[in-house]
């Protein structure tokens, strides 16, 4: 099942600050977060897992509430390219196949973030 | 490197006509997986790929739906007899998994626009 990001838009100056919100109605085991431009590939920002272990920008902070399945992306003093839309992907535990483990990305419909000067 | 490449970029079909979407990952990624993308949505999940095998087609919409991978690096998505609502963003995604899932990030082409008229 799709997990539900909000807000659907957030605009913002240049230095303030946003907050975007994941939620599952499944429990959540990781937590990727994406960053898409117009017309380009989604990028990678942050991963976060199940007990508290992240990867990711420095730049950029995200929290994982496992209780409440939800993560939270927080973007601090915004630039005029942190501009995108962010999608949340999550994932269960890992799928095994034929002795092959793997695993795969349910995304939210994303959060479009507009930054001006 | 050079990031995934995809090809076309743009394709226009008309409805019935067969198309071949191409995918070329990141040089020794093992794992390659095919989305989804409607206008304004979050990616969605097609199908799986772990070297050359496809360990995961669940997301195909139909049986007009075909992946390949068959030397474990170039993928190809083939879509029979075109309908209009296969008009969408098909992007590919491949990861290294140097970390096991769920640690390991996807690297997103920028996709291909398909449109059916």
């Known amino acids: 099942q799709q997990p539900v990001q909000s807000p659907q838009a957030v605009i913002l100056r240049e230095g303030e600050d946003a907050v975007i919100n994941c939620s599952s109605s499944?429990?959540?085991?990781?937590v990727h977060w994406y960053r898409q431009k117009h017309g380009e590939a989604p990028v990678f920002l942050m991963i976060l897992l199940k007990g508290g272990e992240q990867k990711g920008h420095e730049k950029i902070s995200a929290s994982f509430n496992e209780k409440k399945q939800q993560s939270s992306l927080y973007l601090t003093a915004s630039q005029l390219s942190y501009s995108g839309t962010y999608f949340c992907?999550?994932?269960?535990?890992?799928?095994?196949?034929?002795?092959?483990?793997?695993?795969?990305?349910?995304f939210g419909q994303g959060t479009i973030l507009t930054v001006h000067p | 490197g050079a990031g995934v490449s995809q090809s076309p970029r743009y394709k226009v079909a008309k409805r019935g006509q067969d198309v071949a979407l191409r995918c070329d990952p990141i040089?020794?990624?093992?794992?390659l997986f095919w989305y989804q993308q409607a206008l304004g949505q979050g990616p969605e999940f097609l199908t799986y790929f772990q070297n050359e095998a496809q360990l995961d087609k669940s997301g195909l919409p139909s049986d007009r739906f075909f992946a390949e991978r068959p030397e474990g690096s170039v993928s190809t998505l083939k879509i029979q007899r075109t309908q209009q609502e296969d008009s969408a963003v098909y992007l590919c995604?491949?990861?290294?998994?140097?970390?096991?899932?769920?640690?390991?990030?996807?690297?997103f082409g920028n996709g291909t626009r398909l449109t059916v008229t």
């Open positions: 995604a491949s990861s290294l998994m140097e970390q096991g899932w769920p640690r390991s990030p996807l690297h």
């Open positions: 499944k429990a959540l085991y990781s």
């Open positions: 992907g999550t994932g269960p535990s890992t799928f095994n196949a034929g002795g092959t483990s793997y695993g795969k990305l349910t």
């Open positions: 040089s020794g990624h093992v794992s």
